[in-house]
Structure formats: C-alpha cells, structure tokens
C-alpha cells in the first residue's frame, strides 16, 4: 500500500538528520570563504553550482596558492573520479524525466548516493529521492551562506568542524552494517582503503575505489560460476 504521506515528508523523516549535517558543512565552507580573504558572495555562488562538498574545499586552497586552471581541473576530476562508480548502482532508471534526471546526476554527492544505498529497494520512490537531493542542496547553500555572512566572526576559530562529515559516514556505515552484514564486502573495502591510504592521501580515494570494485567484480564472477 502506498503511503499516505508526502515525499517532501517521507524525504525529511528519511534524510532530516543528513540534511543538518550538510548544513553545518555548509558553514564551515561559509566560514572559510571570507577568511582566505574571498568576498562572501562567493560561497552561496560556490556551493550552488559546484556542489561536490570536498572539492569546494579543495577549489578554495588552489585559488589561495593560485593554480592554474588545468591544476585545478585535473585535481576536481581525480577527487570526484568515484562519482563514476556510483551511476553503476544507482537506481537512475526510476526517473523518467530528463530534467529531474540530470539534476540527479549533478547532485550526485557521497551523502545523497550513500543514504540511498542503504534504502531497500522496495523504498525507493523516485518523488521521494528527488526531495532527498535537493534537500541535500538546499541545506548546502544555506549554510555556506550563514558561515559566510553571520559566522566568520563567531566560528572562525573553531576546530573539527569538517569532522561532522567523518561523523556522518561512520554512521550511515553503521546503518548499511546492520542492513546486510555482508563481513566479505567489509574485509574488500578496509582493504583496498588501507592499500589506497599507503599510496598518499590525494590517491588514497582514486586508488581505494578502484581496488575495491575490482574485488567486488572478481568476487562477484567467482560466486556466479560456483552459485
């Protein structure tokens, strides 16, 4: 039976707590903006039409050392490389649109892919994702627009704020755990991350992700044969 409440709701219930998460990013992205001395207009610009989360980050170090343009762009593309994985997994197939689907794709963050990972798929109704996304935007703007304009003051000197994103995953990981304890696919990925960390830390993502989709691939093949 299809719920009697709205996907606006549903999406809120599902994804309140992502969506206060990504906005406390969005602050300390805020509250960046202005202390590399950017104007504070720059951060809603950044966090509208970007919307990567760590690249935004990234962009603004490289605009402080002055990169080049194909620095920045090589850079952009190696962090964000994994984004590619996730089109193999995601339910896009559900959107009908064109326009709602390539919004999907640009709001393609590791929050949104991963809080739709761990729902089962009975639940995934394709309204309900959109609100998920968006939120996830919405959320992403207006607290880089509050860290730029009324925090730079106040949280300037603030530690670990980039450490509710470590949070977040810990527990979104705690969740897909106790959805399917699958110790194999586990094992792969502290792996292939451990392997990825020992080869620096700006490869570590690009590395980690190949490796384990390759394991997941190969293991993948081997229970095809022997199943």
Known sequence: MESSTSPLARATKRAGVVWVGVFVLGIGLGVMVPTQGFPWWLAPIISMVIFAGSSEFMLLGLLVASASLGTIALTTFLINFRHLFY????????????????????????????????????????????????????????????????????????????FVLVALFVVLAIDSWRMCRDAMTVGLAVAAGLIGLSTGHGNMMLVGMSLLLVALVIRHRMEARHG
């Open 87 to 162: 089109g193999l997994t995601y339910p896009l197939e559900k959107f009908r649109h064109p326009g709602t689907k390539l919004y999907i794709i640009y709001a393609m963050i590791d929050e949104a892919f991963a809080l739709v990972s761990t729902t089962p798929p009975e639940e995934r109704e394709p309204r309900e994702m959109f609100w998920i996304h968006l939120g996830m935007h919405i959320a992403w703007v207006a607290g880089s627009v509050t860290g730029a304009v009324a925090g730079a003051n106040l949280l300037a000197g603030v530690q670990g704020l980039d």
